[in-house]
């Protein structure tokens, strides 16, 4: 059996990773599949023993006139799905002579579904979509666009965006064969526009994550991914926490510290907030972790931290970071800040890897608790049932999407 998989560029911090455990899992059970996506500085992490076809679409190498291309090809993406239609004519040579039992795309948001809707029309095979994230998840009005509206539109032009997209996507969904999601929020709102949608969890490649034990010379907190903004992913709890622990003796910043693994813009975030507390030289800041890299600097560390947003501000849902599920993977103690009372935290609940909450009490007794056993020991200990945590594997999910591709081909 052959299938056509479009997806966007590998990029970090994550390196498409669902994506790419799919297609592996699938070409072990003796699938062939040719894959599609854009290209990326980062292309050498196509999974391997695929036939790849990588499509440049932003040509610019100086950031000036990258930034006007960005602006035209934008507008012409806006006016007739420009960047849908311009994949579509570039992967034709590709993929016409070729045979497929169907098409799948795994998306975040919009791009590259109307493209992978097309050929299967084309070819009159059915389509699976995959969607990572959805709009309707998030009220923030930029960070699903790559650069920033000018102020002087305000609001306007990205609500003409997100209407416009998620009117292709919507589209692109009601005549999908099946859906796959990343949480039950998800499904419930995917469910409106095609009953056939279907809870795929994130999960960890339980190839790659496995719990060991490091001893390490300081109490390591540590985050990995964006900090988008403080009503999105807000770190404010821990260090409040941390900041009353200082003042009482329990901790210093020699024998603590908390590792960020994100991007300029998420350093500039915390940075902010760790000033506020007095606490910037508790911090360390690295570029995104390499995959290869990520294994031993989450088993090295003593907590893994987890962000959410303020319940009380702008609402985001559905949210179930790929990272939570690689820390279910490693089995170390998981902190999620704030709770916002969502199907993460009520599975962060039901599996007992850790602690979530919106008191300051319970992250200090959580800290003074995982910091006095790495004290005696060098290292903290997760508390999650193997059986539990194999239930988050990523090999499930590929099992659920090789199931619902063979039910949707006998159909």
């Known amino acids: ?15 498409l990773p669902r994506t790419r455990y799919f297609c592996t899992y699938l070409l072990e059970k003796g699938w062939e599949i040719d894959f599609v996506f854009e290209s990326s500085k980062d292309q050498n992490y196509v999974p391997d023993n695929t036939s790849a076809l990588s499509i440049d679409y932003y040509k610019s190498k100086s950031p000036f006139t990258a930034k006007i291309e960005w602006v035209v090809k934008f507008i012409l993406n806006l006016i007739y799905d420009y960047k849908g239609r311009y994949f579509y004519r570039h992967s034709n040579f590709f993929i016409d002579e070729k045979q497929y039992n169907l098409v799948f795309c795994s998306s975040s948001f919009t791009f590259p579904l109307t493209t992978a809707a097309m050929v299967a029309k084309k070819k009159n095979i059915p389509l699976i979509v995959d969607l990572r994230d959805i709009i309707e998840q998030s009220p923030d009005d930029n960070h699903y666009i790559a650069n920033k509206s000018p102020k002087i539109f305000g609001n306007l032009l990205t609500n003409i965006y997100k209407s416009i997209n998620l009117t292709r996507r919507n589209k692109t969904l009601k005549i999908a064969a099946g859906i796959t999601t990343v949480s039950p929020w998800h499904v419930q709102t995917l469910s409106k526009y095609n009953k056939n949608t279907h809870l795929i969890y994130n999960g960890f490649d339980e190839t790659k994550f496995t719990p060991e034990i490091i001893k390490t010379d ?30 009482n003796g329990t901790i210093t910043e020699q024998n603590t510290t908390i590792k960020w693994f994100v991007d300029e813009n998420s350093r500039n975030v915390i940075k902010k907030i760790a000033s506020d507390f007095g606490l910037d030289n508790l911090n360390e800041y690295h570029d995104f972790v390499k995959p290869e890299n990520l294994l031993t600097e989450m088993n090295k560390s003593s907590i893994l931290l987890v962000l959410c947003n303020i319940a009380t501000k702008k609402k985001y849902y559905g949210i179930m970071t790929t990272k939570f599920f690689e820390a279910i993977g490693v089995n170390r103690p998981v902190l999620c800040i704030p709770n916002n009372n969502d199907h993460l935290s009520e599975l962060i609940k039901e599996t007992n890897c850790g602690l979530v ?7 200090e007794s959580f800290l003074r608790h995982n910091f006095a056993e790495w004290l005696k020991t060098g290292h903290t200990t997760g508390t999650l049932q193997e059986s539990v945590r194999m239930n988050f594997s990523r090999r499930k999910g590929a099992e659920l999407l090789e199931k619902l591709f063979l039910n949707t081909m006998k159909n």
Do not use: H, W
């Open 1 to 15: 059996m052959r299938i056509l998989i479009f997806g966007e560029a590998f990029l970090p911090p994550a390196y």
């Open 218 to 247: 300081r109490f390591t907190i540590s985050y990995f991914g964006r900090v988008y903004n403080e009503n999105m992913r807000n770190p404010k709890l821990l260090f409040q926490a941390l900041q009353v622990l200082i003042t």
């Open 357 to 363: 909450s919106s008191e300051n009490d319970d992250v």
